[in-house]
């Protein structure tokens, strides 16, 4: 999909960029625990819905082609994404954007800015920046209101960064990956870092996984915390992610992990547009 698509049943050189037809960059931020995922899904919240109803609010009619930059799945939180979306005829959005204050909880400040014809969610990241939360020696009894992934098992650090740092370069992610069909796809990611530290908060201990890559597979972020829980429990050596990257074995790799220890961090823009929102 290139830069000149607008949605995926509409090329750009197609008549259907008539004369009043407006496009607009959406940035938002949301916390998981209110939705089941980004896209609709009849009966249950989503963070499209969600958004829908806010710029309706304003706009007077919800952005046609709703597309996010991230699509990332329920419960997870995103302290950045964007979307786009049109509108034929609608009213004139300034330069400078509008900023709205929504009245869904779930949703953080939302900015709108007018954008060319050509700016498409899907193709606008340089980057995306991922953290998963851990927290060993420890195990809750209520899961719903946690950050983190409790784990009852100390983790070793040491063997986690080990594995870590083999994930960084240009791979074949095919292991880490849930697919929802068996549909061919390209499954070579690159990772530009991939870090493992502690910190301490109020007398405990937790472990953030940041990964910064160029592309993420379906819950790929998710199943290399797995591994990499597995890894730092024992059960694995540390070793064993380079194998698992040299010679597909989705069988060995460790669970997928809960989605309430995933947030999206960062998307990088172009500067261009980056400016546009400071």
Known sequence: MTADVLHPFERYDQSTIAPGRSQFLIQLSYQGAYFKGVPPQPG???????LQQEVTHILGRPLKALMFTARTDKGVNAEVNYATGWLKDGP???????????????????????????????????????????????????????????????LSIPAMQEAAASLVGTHNFESFQVRPGKEERNTECTLYSVNIEPVFKNNH????????????????????????AEIGCGLMPAQAMTHLLEKPQPQWIGPTAPARGLTLQNIELSKELSKRFD
């Open 44 to 50: 249950l919240p989503s963070v499209s819905d969600a």
């Open 92 to 154: 004139r959005v300034p330069d400078a954007g509008l900023q709205i204050a929504p009245q869904h909880p779930g949703l953080g400040p939302i900015t709108i800015l007018p954008v060319p014809e050509k700016t498409f969610a899907r193709t606008l990241a340089l980057s995306k920046t991922y953290s998963y939360r851990f927290r060993d020696g420890f195990l809750a009894d209520e899961k719903e209101s946690l950050t983190y992934w409790d784990i009852l098992p100390t």
């Open 205 to 228: 201990r937790e472990i953030i996984l940041t990964i910064r890559g160029n592309r993420f597979l379906r819950r790929m972020v998710r199943t290399l915390a797995g591994t990499l």
